[in-house]
């Protein structure tokens, strides 16, 4: 069977407000608990959409994202280093859903 066609749920900035690019509409940060937010003016290499890379949340937090009902759904997630400069200074873990 051929897979079924997948529908955009929701677009976070973490750490930012909610931002326009293109046809891409994502939203403040939301659905979180606990972290900071840091942020840049630094452009980002290898991106046009610069402004969705130039905040951040970080340290210990959950992001609890409500889904319109059970089922299957794809995560897709961004990211640029935007406060250290020197391999390995990011390390994270990240649990979906238990790891189910």
Do not use: C
Request: hydrophobic share 35%; proline share 4%; no cysteine.
């Amino acid at each position: 069977g051929s897979a079924p066609a997948l529908t955009e749920v929701i677009r976070i900035n973490a750490g930012g407000p909610a931002i326009q690019f293109g046809t891409q509409q994502w939203k403040a940060d939301q659905y979180f608990t606990g972290g900071s937010v840091f942020s840049t003016t630094t452009a980002i290499s290898n991106t046009t959409n610069d402004a969705l890379y130039q905040t951040e949340r970080y340290g210990n937090m959950t992001y609890n994202i409500p889904v319109p009902q059970s089922g299957q759904y794809t995560v897709e997630l961004h990211f640029a280093e935007i406060n250290f400069s020197t391999a390995g200074s990011r390390v994270f873990n990240l649990n979906v859903e238990n790891g189910e």
